[in-house]
């Protein structure tokens, strides 16, 4: 019968072998040549590698890898925060063209994309985290809410986690967390838990792909959960590091990379919601973790 003929055939050709397949592809047998061809997953897969036996390494040769990688980041941030200077031009050359060529009717898909990365985050933040809260933590999600607003907001204004971190540090000493474990979970929350950045990355790669017209397969739309949450780890904490991610995803999916321009519309006021949920995240975890080392805090 029709649905399920259906049915049948969104699932034929898309075995557990494609998802398989995904896996298998995340290992490059040669790393130059993944650099060089732009195999974006192999080249995430290695350097998260690369990067963990680092940071485990403690022979002293290691710390001028340390020091140079720490330098090139510096260099590269520059690079970016200058290139960014030039976004509010660019942006306004993109929505012109785009108003000129179609009219304000072009806006109306870049709305519902804002209000579906608004609903998700919220729901995120105020379904799924107080349930975390409540459940694993055992905390007074409200209190946690109370507590946390300062840094909120801070993160909400500046949308960035990093320049944040010195105030979300104070909300949890003030929560009552101990020194030991908001020192060593918080500045890692800060840089590799990004909740926000990982679902933002997700919808705003499907909407560009619709935005084109590209059907979307089930192992593409998988891809792109595993790049974003692969991607959201290695975002830094400052305005706008999303974008760099999700050109790295279109090209992984072979998206076009003009669908960025879509996103620069609303990228800082999205940017401030994702990183407000970023932060909030992060002290979830912190006071779920403290709790689960025994810790009392205030929040109970
Ligand atoms: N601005 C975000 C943050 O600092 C990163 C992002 O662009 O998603 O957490």
Redesign the pocket.
Known sequence: DQSVSDVLSKVEGKSTADIVDVFIRMVPPNIIAAAADGQMLGLIFFSLLFGYFLAQSRSPQTDTVRDFFNGLMDIMTLITLWVMKFAPLGVFGLVAKTVADTGFASFKPVLVFFFTVAIALAIHAFITMPLLLKYIGRINPTKHYQAMSPAMLT?FS???????LPLTMECMEEAGVSQRVRGFVLPLG?TVN?D??AL??CVAAIFIAQAFGIELSFVQQFTIVVVALLT?IG?????????V?ISIILGVIGLPLEGIGLLMITDRVL?MM??AV??FSDTCATVIIARSEGEKTKLV
């Open positions: 993160a500046t949308a960035s986690s990093s320049a944040t800060a990004m926000g950045t933002y990355e959201s975002v830094a904490g400052i305005p706008a590091a999303s974008l991610a940017d994702r990183t970023n932060v």
